[in-house]
Each structure stands twice: as C-alpha cells, then as structure tokens.
C-alpha cells in the first residue's frame, strides 16, 4: 500500500480511505473538522468512514450535521438513509421520504429493505404500507404480492359495525385500514349474529354510540373493542348504557365542550377507558380548488335537524334578503325530523324567501351517498359555506366547503374557537350578513386551512396508531429482504462503492 504523504488533512483522509485504512483516514477527517467544523464535504466523508468503520450512530450525527449546513445534496441524504437502515431506524428514513423524491433517490431497493427492518420490529402494518408504495414504482416484482398477503395474515381480524347512518362516514377509514389487515364490515345484525361477529374478531369498530355499541359492551369480552362517537351522541342516552370497562378506546372527534359534557354524563370514564381524540379529515384528492371570485351562492351541508339548527339559517337569510335579494341559499342533505321539515317550508314562505332559498332535489341525496364526488360537484356554483349548528365537532361540510375554495361562515357553537379562526365566527344574524357582504374573500387560505389543520392523512396516522396499540402479539416469522442491497457501502447505486461519499457542492 502507497502511504499518504499529502499535508493536507483532510486529503490525506480521502487517500487513507480509498486505500482501505479507515482508522488513520478517520483521524485525518477529525484533526481537519476541528478547524473546519463546519466543512460539509469532510463532514459527509467522516460519516463514511464512521460507517465503514461500524460505527452508524456516530455516522449519523455527520450526516445529519452536513445536511443541516446543506440540505440540497442527494449524496448526503443518501449516505444518512443507508446509516439509518444499518441501525434500524425505518422511521426516520420513512419522515425523509419527501426530500428523497425530490431528489429522485427514493427506489424499492430502499423501500424493500424498510420493510424488511418494520418486519424486524414487528410492525407488520408498516410493512405492508411500504410494499404496496414499493409495488406502485415498480409494479413488475412478483414476489411482493404474496409477500403482503403473507404478512396481512398475520394480523389481526378488524370487523366494524355501524348504526343508522350506514358506512359513509367510514368510506375513508376502511379503505385505508383494508391496506393493512382483513377487514369485514357488518350491518343490521341480530344480536346472536353480531355476538358470533366479535368472536371470530380480533378488533371491533363500532361507529356511533349507539344501541349497537351498547349491546355489544354488554357481551362476554372476546376481542378489543374500539367506539367512535359523534359530537351529538354525548347528549343523548346511549353513553350512560355502555359498559365502558369492556370499551378498550373511545375515539372522539369535536371539541372539550362535548367531552365534558360526555364525562358529566358517565363519570370516572377516563378511568373505564381510554380516550382519543382523532379529528375528521378531509381527502383532498375528492374536493377540486377553485379560485373562485366572490358571488352570491351560500351552501348548507349538514342533515336539517334541531342540532344544524337550520332555522337560524333562515332567520339570517331574511335580514341578507332585505340588503340584497340576489343572495341565495341552497341546503344540500335531507331532513332528519317531519316535524323540522314542515316547519323549515313554513317559515321560507313566510319569510318570503320561496324564491331565494332550495332544499335539494332527493335524487341528489340519493346520489350524494356514492361518495365526496357528488359534493364536490354540488358546490361548483356556490361561494360561501355555512354553518348555524349549536353543537359541532369539525364539520365536515364546512371542511369540504373550504377545500373547494369557498368562504366559511359558521355560527359561534360552543368550541368553536377551538376548530375555527375566530374571523369565520359569528353570533347574531347580523353579523352574518357582514361576514357575506365583506369585500375580504380568500379562497386559497380557505383550502390551505383544511390542508394544514385537517387532511385525510393525519386522521389516517392518528388511526393507525389505534390499531398498532390494540394489536396482538403475532409472529412475524423469518425476516425478508425484498432485494438484493449492496451491503457494506454507502451507495445503492453499484457504480458508487468508494466509502468515501464526496459532496459536490
């Protein structure tokens, strides 16, 4: 071996390393950072050979130090996901994974062997989500298919049940959960059919607080046991009859205001069972952005029930009227009492509103249970979004409405300031009018409120880590590698096998 005789540290490093005598090389790359602490270049190529020399973690601090200093260098990246992998830190390579898409380096080569490393761990639903990613770059890899099938077998049985209102608040969260376990969905069952349900269950979703959820609590335990309860149901009769200590998790979705009236109702709950609170999410791939101008369309989505209170609606919409009679407004779903139903026609004529206000037509409520889509094309022509219910979680109209690009004007509920800015909010019918009348129309803040504050994808990760806490323990079985990596060095890439991974600036 040709001995270095460059006087310069840091090169010599680089020469110590390519000639395979790493301790020595990393001498030099120490004795230089310590005059150039901040030199990305040997910080990244000290990261090397901390990592030739087995030693990741030390890698890592380097690595993570050189991307502080430049974060744009796809050597860098790559060198820090390959000593997160050798240490088994699936997860902060899985929180870099938009950067590494940016920069083009994220491949199923990666993707397999985070997936091996979830499979290490046990977290066989992480495993899963990650092969299907790798499956959609390179559909081709005919090993994967089984191997998720393998894996889905392993987990646990996931059954949910729901009450009046059937699957459509579930649409999201089943098809998300489906990804990752075996899945059944039950309806209008006996209760000797919903008993031999739970049994051959591993985790039971019962949507809605309700008569269901009651009877199954009050069964022998045979499997966990998860409810989700809306915003409503913490004021009627149902959470009085649970039996909380067969409950594992409550998931709730609004406010504290309802919380606390839940707890009121059923004291000592937070000792029968656990409590989560995971907030709608909207899936913002459904709901297409308009820029829209400001115009004259107000919609109401929500059932027209006491708790919508939509006839507040109606008295705000007749002081509108008086100011600009061009304003209408459409309600979107259908009533949920006779009695509110007559009352609502009543009061439009007898306000004079017959011709600015429109319930919608019932084949639009028949067609609206097929999905978001049919909202989505309902709202088009409309330019507000409102909302006059005296009880709410985070609304999922208004959500919806926002996404599309349209100005929400809601009425002060109790935690509305919890779920709001403060300037959609309003308390008397003539503070409705100004927030309509006001020049101020955002579309795009409207949209990027729902995108920073409720996207599908946090209700989803919130969720998913309910299961992960409820799911038994399985064996995952013998460890796989989806493919074949190039151990030992820093670069998938064959081309790129010197430890020393050179920044390029």
């Not at 901040?38 to 901390?50: C, F, S």
């Not at 059919?193 to 949507?207: A, G, H, R, T, V």
Request: charged share 25%; aromatic share 10%; hydrophobic share 40%.
């Amino acid at each position: 071996m040709t001995v270095a005789t460059n006087s310069n540290p840091y090169q010599r490093s680089v020469e110590l390393a390519e000639n395979g005598d790493y301790p020595e090389a990393l001498a030099c790359a120490q004795e230089h950072l310590r005059t150039a602490p901040e030199d990305v270049q040997a910080l990244n190529d000290a990261g090397a050979i901390l990592y030739c020399l087995g030693r990741p973690d030390e890698a890592i601090d380097h690595f993570v130090k050189a991307r502080s200093l430049h974060g744009g260098s796809a050597e860098i990246l790559r060198n820090l996901v390959e000593a997160y992998l050798a240490v088994g830190k699936a997860n902060e390579v899985i929180q870099l994974f938009d950067d590494m898409e940016q920069m083009g380096i994220l491949n199923t080569d990666i993707l397999n062997r985070i997936a091996n490393a979830l499979l290490d761990q046990d977290n066989k639903g992480g495993a899963i989500e990650i092969l299907q990613q790798s499956l959609q770059i390179a559909p081709d890899q005919k090993i994967l298919e089984p191997m998720i099938e393998v894996i889905r077998s392993k987990m646990p049985k996931v059954s949910f049940f729901c009450g009046g209102d059937g699957m459509r608040s579930l649409n999201e969260i089943t098809k998300f959960i489906k990804r990752r376990f075996e899945v059944h969905l039950f309806e209008d069952q006996t209760e000797k059919e919903l008993y031999e349900s739970m049994k051959s269950s591993d985790i039971c979703w019962f949507e809605q607080c309700a008569n269901l959820a009651v009877t199954a609590s009050k069964m022998p335990k045979v499997c966990s046991e998860i409810i989700r309860l809306q915003h409503h149901e913490a004021y009627k009769q149902w959470p009085k009859e649970v039996n909380w200590a067969n409950i594992d998790i409550l998931v709730t979705v609004g406010n504290s205001f309802f919380r606390d009236a839940l707890t009121q109702t059923v004291p000592k709950l937070d000792e029968s069972t656990s409590i989560v609170t995971v907030p709608n999410g909207v899936n913002l791939e459904k709901f297409a952005f308009t820029n829209r101008q400001r115009g004259k369309n107000i919609a109401f989505l929500g059932n027209l029930g006491m708790v919508t209170n939509p006839a507040f609606v109606l008295q705000c919409m007749q002081k509108l009227h008086y100011i600009d009679p061009e304003y209408r407004l459409f309600f979107g779903e259908q009533f949920a009492d006779a009695a509110l139903e007559q009352y609502l026609r009543y009061m439009v004529d007898a306000l004079g509103l017959r011709d600015v206000v429109f319930f919608a037509p019932p084949a639009f409520l028949r067609k609206q249970e097929g999905g978001a889509e049919d909202v989505d094309c309902w709202l088009e022509d409309k330019h507000y979004i409102v909302s006059t219910s005296i009880i709410e979680g985070d609304g999922m109209g208004l959500l919806e409405g926002m996404a599309c690009g349209l100005k929400p004007v809601i009425h002060n509920f109790p935690g509305a300031e919890q779920a709001f800015p403060s300037e959609f909010l309003f308390n008397i019918s003539e503070e409705f009018c100004e927030q309509i009348l006001s020049d101020k129309y955002e579309p795009q803040w409207y949209r990027r409120f729902v995108e920073e504050n409720y996207p599908l994808e946090n209700q989803l990760i919130n969720i998913n880590d309910i299961f992960t806490q409820l799911e038994p323990e399985s064996v995952t079985g013998d460890s796989w590698s989806g493919s074949q990596s190039q151990g030992g060095h820093l670069s998938v890439d064959a081309e790129h096998r010197i430890p020393v991974m050179s920044y390029q600036s």
